[in-house]
């Protein structure tokens, strides 16, 4: 089991660290507080909509 934990210890940094960028840009954009709590939601799935638009591009869908 320790050896799964460690494969998946370097996606996760990179998540997390993906995840703090895209809260600080959507927050430090929002003019409101609840358009800071809508960032804090987009940082969230910013991952999908990366892949979506990455295949709409290519077109793959």
């Not at 996760?12 to 895209?22: E, K, M, Q």
């Not at 959507?26 to 800071?36: D, H, K, P, Q």
Request: net charge positive; no cysteine; hydrophobic share 50%.
């Amino acid at each position: 089991m320790k050896e799964t934990a460690k494969k998946g210890a370097y996606s996760n940094t990179i998540y997390g660290l993906g995840f703090i960028g895209a809260v600080i840009y959507f927050i430090s954009n929002a003019t409101s507080f609840w358009l800071g709590v809508l960032g804090v939601l987009k940082a969230i799935v910013w991952p999908a909509v990366l892949v979506y638009e990455a295949f709409k591009f290519i077109g793959t869908q």
